[in-house]
């Protein structure tokens, strides 16, 4: 835990009825607007999902009007929410020239397109940016709102398995490279939302109108540089949680832009299905990536949760958690005394109520982790489960 974790007080110690939110991230979006570096409005908007209050909307001021930072979910309800958040802010729809989206979550990019349809926003992403769900995708059964519902059960099992360090996960991607209905690549029941919740999000994407598809306007290349707020900033790919992660630095006034990539009480969710070489590893790189910009950092801004100053403290919390996962693995492999399956393995990783596919998906990163640094050995059993035995 770094030093910017906020200890809540408890309801008796607040005098008042308060309910307790243990984590930053979960805690319901406060109307309040707040400027949190020169030129550079909080906006939260609500996100109704367990572990997840709500996101950050960074309005960025210049001459032109506004560039937004990842404003919310797609959906009816989330847009009336973005209006009435901007209005509070004193922001004209009109003014918004920019939508910035981090990464391709529905919380980050959910309001995007709909901001370029009504008011002709720009919507500048990384170049690597890219949604399965696109309806434009032949043969794509996976969409925004499935994800929707994966960060809803990340939730879950990032509640529960905080409680040795007190970290959290949160998710979104975990389905997205993923059928539905064939197994997991290490062989278990693949994470799925439940069917009532496919056919409500499906329904929700065959009226095009509350869900255009954002369509990046401006591909941003690593170091790239753009203007917002009246000062130019340096794209900094961040590849780990999402494959597209964009975090955006700026010199001048020493502001990071961190998305889901650093987070100040939870760590995102390492998906084992999203990328077929060690997603971890590829996330440790971007931690590492940005923990060089540390001493030139005064500010940064994450998608969840307060702005926070240590972004290197921060860093180091976060892979001293998954190095503690990766220790364990270690232990658990000695327990078993013999090789094990993920889920074998994902049992001594999290607590019995955050068990099933989520938990898997996240074990099964840190196992194929092991197994690429030579640390641990992998087969695959006759009934098609991968085991593992680490060294
Ligand atoms: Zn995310
Ligand atoms: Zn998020």
Same mark, same amino acid.
């Given at each position: 835990?770094?030093?910017?974790?906020?200890?809540?007080?408890?309801?008796?110690?607040?005098?008042?009825?308060a309910p307790?939110?243990?984590?930053?991230?979960q805690?319901?979006?406060?109307p309040?607007v707040?400027?949190?570096a020169?030129?550079?409005?909080?906006?939260?908007?609500?996100?109704?999902l367990?572990?997840?209050?709500h996101?950050n909307?960074?309005a960025?001021?210049?001459? !032109?009007?506004?560039?937004?930072?990842?404003?919310?979910?797609?959906?009816?309800r989330?847009?009336? /929410?973005?209006r009435?958040?901007?209005?509070?802010?004193?922001?004209?729809?009109?003014?918004v020239?920019?939508?910035?989206?981090?990464h391709s979550?529905?919380?980050?990019?959910?309001?995007?397109?709909?901001?370029?349809?009504?008011?002709?926003?720009?919507i500048?992403?990384?170049?690597?940016?890219?949604?399965?769900?696109?309806?434009a /995708?032949?043969?794509?059964?996976?969409?925004? /709102?499935?994800?929707?519902?994966?960060?809803?059960?990340?939730?879950? #099992?990032?509640?529960?398995?905080?409680?040795?360090?007190?970290?959290?996960?949160?998710d979104? /991607?975990?389905? !997205?490279e993923?059928?539905?209905?064939?197994?997991?690549?290490?062989?278990?029941?693949?994470?799925?939302?439940?069917?009532?919740?496919?056919?409500r999000?499906?329904?929700?994407?065959?009226?095009?109108?509350?869900?255009?598809?954002?369509?990046p306007?401006?591909?941003?290349?690593?170091?790239?540089?753009?203007?917002?707020?009246?000062?130019?900033?340096?794209?900094?790919?961040?590849?780990g949680?999402?494959?597209?992660?964009?975090?955006?630095?700026?010199?001048?006034e020493?502001?990071?832009?961190?998305?889901?990539?650093?987070?100040?009480?939870?760590?995102?969710?390492?998906?084992g299905?999203?990328?077929?070489d060690?997603?971890?590893?590829?996330?440790?790189?971007?931690?590492?990536?940005?923990?060089?910009?540390?001493?030139?950092?005064?500010?940064?801004?994450?998608?969840?949760? #307060?702005?926070?100053?240590?972004?290197?403290g921060?860093?180091?919390?976060?892979? #001293? #958690?998954h190095?503690? !996962?990766?220790? !364990?693995?270690?232990?658990?492999?000695?327990?078993?005394?013999?090789?094990?399956?993920?889920?074998e393995?994902?049992?001594?990783?999290?607590?019995?109520?955050?068990?099933?596919?989520?938990?898997d998906?996240?074990?099964y990163?840190h196992?194929?982790?092991?197994?690429?640094?030579?640390r641990?050995?992998?087969?695959?059993?006759?009934?098609?489960?991968?085991e593992?035995?680490?060294?």
């Open positions: 835990m770094g030093p910017h974790d906020q200890q809540q007080t408890t309801p008796a110690a607040a005098g008042g009825a307790k939110y243990r984590k930053q991230e805690e319901p979006a406060n309040e707040t400027e949190v020169p030129g550079i409005l909080r906006l939260q908007l609500p996100i109704h367990p572990g997840l209050g996101v909307c960074y960025l001021e210049d001459e !032109r009007g506004f560039a937004v930072v990842d404003p919310g979910m797609p959906g009816p989330a847009w009336k /929410e973005l009435a958040a901007f209005a509070r802010a004193g922001i004209p729809l009109a003014r020239h920019t939508a910035i989206v981090t979550h529905p919380d980050h990019f959910g309001g995007a397109g709909r901001l370029a349809r009504e008011v002709g926003a720009s500048v992403a990384h170049r690597s940016f890219r949604l399965r769900w696109n309806p /995708e032949p043969n794509d059964d996976i969409d925004a /709102e499935a994800q929707a519902a994966a960060t809803s059960s990340a939730c879950v #099992h990032g509640s529960a398995c905080d409680g040795a360090d007190g970290h959290q996960h949160h979104g /991607e975990m389905i !997205r993923h059928n539905w209905d064939s197994p997991a690549p290490w062989g278990g029941r693949p994470p799925a939302p439940t069917r009532l919740r496919r056919l999000w499906r329904l929700l994407r065959a009226v095009p109108r509350w869900m255009p598809t954002p369509v306007t401006t591909r941003l290349r690593e170091a790239d540089t753009i203007r917002f707020a009246k000062r130019d900033w340096v794209a900094v790919h961040t590849p949680h999402t494959a597209d992660h964009l975090c955006l630095f700026d010199p001048a020493g502001v990071f832009i961190s998305g889901d990539h650093v987070l100040p009480t939870i760590t995102p969710h390492i998906s299905l999203m990328m077929a060690d997603p971890l590893q590829k996330f440790f790189d971007s931690l590492d990536k940005v923990r060089v910009f540390h001493d030139q950092v005064r500010t940064v801004l994450p998608a969840h949760g #307060h702005p926070f100053h240590d972004l290197a921060r860093v180091d919390a976060i892979k #001293h #958690h190095d503690g !996962r990766l220790d !364990r693995l270690h232990t658990a492999s000695k327990e078993l005394g013999r090789a094990g399956t993920v889920t393995f994902s049992n001594y990783l999290f607590s019995p109520r955050a068990q099933g596919p989520m938990a998906s996240e074990t990163a196992l194929e982790h092991l197994a690429m640094h030579g641990a050995e992998r087969r695959r059993r006759p009934d098609g489960l991968l593992y035995d680490v060294a």
